[in-house]
Structures are given as structure tokens and as C-alpha cells.
């Protein structure tokens, strides 16, 4: 079983045994019959440390990202945390992208700076950058995104694995944006994948998760550890939702993609607009590492507008289709400003994102729709 559409509706969900039911049973329970003290059935004794639905979309993700051990968490940030505390001790260093995400860079500046660790943002779009900052301040960790969050930009996972080697560092990819049908990190050099499985890979925005998929068993079991010990863990509802998405993950990434490679290229082309982010646009910096790395461009759009912040705020409450709203990756279309939205907590600091940028998740909607919603609301 090798191909990915198979491996997203098989991995992991073999036909229930006692009823024959082709979708995994939701097994919302909190604790199971034991044989005897100390003993278990089918390994289960209580579900905060192991769920059979949760080990379903557990099988499954490690299945689609090629790695040995995924773990399901309540959130994309609860597996952040695990993750970083499992790598990390007190007193260790963290290369961070230059454009993080906010919530990571929340993380990382008011949660774990407090824990004595210290963090430097750094292009990692730059080999040669990350080798010289590794060499300034040796680092546990490199963190990287890519596509990044909101800029698009584009991280060499194989270059900087082999810079990670050199160094010692260990190397974590934030996969969200490819979501594994367009991009496989661990297959590339990655020790470690995360994901926020509320965006692609659930796909409905009906439900909050996150993941952490390693090739390492040993990683893996510690992270399972730390898992159960603090409980941050999917519950099963969640768990099966995320599931039930991750099943059409690849009809819908290939049509996130053609429409927003279509709006893209529109965009380009508008008089209003100044700017487009996007890595299918042959004059993005990244194109042809994207075109090399990933299978897709993905549905994720950025560009801004003739008229600075005011004007962008104009197009932001003007679009009808487009739901004004924070997160991405469901099948229907959303845009925001991320510097008063998503990455308000980056603000001020050396990673606050341009005022007047406007972030468009590109949904499944017919493109020519969109298109009118976006022309409609542009300045004429």
C-alpha cells in the first residue's frame, strides 16, 4: 500500500472486527475492562493514555508522512510544546525562522524564554546564514516552516538537514501549509514534522488538533511519555474528525491548489495590487525550490495593496465570499490581516509582519466566484 490516496483511507482504518463498519467507531471512552491487575486488553487501560481512535489517525499519519511514531494532540500548539520539552532542556538554544508563525513565536518568547531558553530569529531561507548563526551560538534545535506563515517563504529541508547534521543540531519541520500530500520533510532529512491538523488535514474547520510524526521510535516513545504525563491528547471525537478529513486530503489539496494558483496569477496582474506571495508564481524567490520539493504550491495566497493598511482593512471588509476570519486550510475561503490577526503577538518585535498584508486561504469554491468576490472588493 503505497500510494497516498490509499494510505489516507486505509492506514490505520481497517474494517472494525466485531461489526465490519468501514469507518473507525468512535470510541468516546475514558477508561476500558482489564484482564486481571496489571493487565490489559489490546493495550488499552484508560484513554488519556491511548485511545483506539486516536491510534487509528495516530497510524495514519505517521503512514502518510513515512515516519515511525505520530502522536495526536488537543492542539498545534500542545504539540509544539511536547515536542520542544521532550528536545530541550533549560539553558539550550533554538534557531527560529525570521518570519515564524505568531503562535510559535509566542511560545518560544513568553512561554519557554521564562524556562531559561533562548531563541534567535534567523533567515533559514539561507544555508549559509543558519551555518553561521550555528557556529556564533551552537543550537539544540533548528525550527523551520515552509511555506512559512504569512510570507510564503521557502525552507531547503534537505540543505539545512545537512547543516543540522554538521552541527549537531536537531532539525523540526512545521509542515501545516504542504500538509504531506505536497510535502514529506522527514523523507528529506527532518527529525521531527508537526503539524496543526486543524487546518488541511482536518479540513472542515469542525475541529482543533495538532500532530508530531518522527522517524525515531525512541523519540517517539518519549514523546507518547510526555504525552500521557501532561495530557494535552486528541479525544476521540476530535480524533475521528480529523480522520474523516484526512481522508479527501488529496482530491481537495489538488483543488486548493488550482484555485489559488489561478487567483495568484490573476492578482499579479490587478492594478490595486503591489504585491503577490505565492510560490507557483514563477518570479517568487522560492518557485523553483517548491517546484523541486513539493508535489503542489499549495492554497495559500498573500499580497498587498495599493493604499498601505487602510486600504487593506477596505478589502478585508468588503469581500463576501471570503469569510473574514483566523485560521486556514478548511474547504471554504478565508482572508485576514495577519499583522492585527493571527500574528498580532509578533507585533513590535523583529518578526512583526507587515501592517498591510492581506493572508487568503484559497478554498474549494469555483474559482470564477472567488475571483468576482476578490475584484469586487478591490479598489477600482
Known sequence: MSGFETQAIHAGQDPDLQTGAVVPPIYQVSTYAQDGVGGTRAGYEYSRTANPTRAALESCLAALEGGRRALAFASGMAAEDCLVRVLCQPGDHVLIPHDAYGGTFRLFDKVFAPWQLSYRPVPLTDPAAVRLALAEHPARLV???????????LVDIAALAQVCRETGALLVVDNTFASPYLQNPLALGADAVIHSTTKY????SDVIGGAVVVADPGLGEQLAFLQNATGAVAGPFDAWLTLRGIRT???RMDRHTQ???RIAAALADHPAVT???YPGLPGHPGHELAAKQMRGFGGMVSFTVRGGEEAALAVCARTRLFTLGE???GVESLIELPARMTHASAAGSALAVPADLIRLSVGIESADDLLEDLWQALPG
Open 249 to 251: 486530503l488529496a482530491v
Open 143 to 153: 525550527w523551520a516552516e515552509t511555506p512559512t506563515n504569512p510570507l510564503l517563504s
Open 259 to 261: 484555485n489559488a494558483s
Open 327 to 329: 485560521s486556514l486550510g
Open 275 to 277: 504585491r503577490v506571495l
Open 201 to 204: 488535514l482536518g479540513g472542515h
